[in-house]
């Protein structure tokens, strides 16, 4: 097991920034078509996580994060 050095763990979202990521997810699986559930979007919605956490709160941005994960 390994572990992520103290130094690098990010930030916990709080409700409503968790609301924000949400509605992008639901939004951007919508938008390509993609089950919530499916592996890539299993891998969208981390990225966007930690997207939000390193600074990026405006949706358009995050949605745009979200598509290029999707169509990658």
Excluded: K
């Amino acid at each position: 097991m390994s572990y992520t050095p103290i130094h690098r763990v990010l930030p916990a979202l709080n409700p409503d920034d968790l609301a924000v990521v949400a509605r992008v997810f639901e939004r951007v699986c919508a938008d390509c078509n993609e089950p919530t559930s499916s592996s890539v979007a299993a891998r969208c919605a981390g990225t966007l996580i930690r997207s939000f956490q390193r600074g990026i709160a405006e949706e358009e941005m995050l949605l745009d994060i979200g598509h290029a994960v999707l169509r990658s």
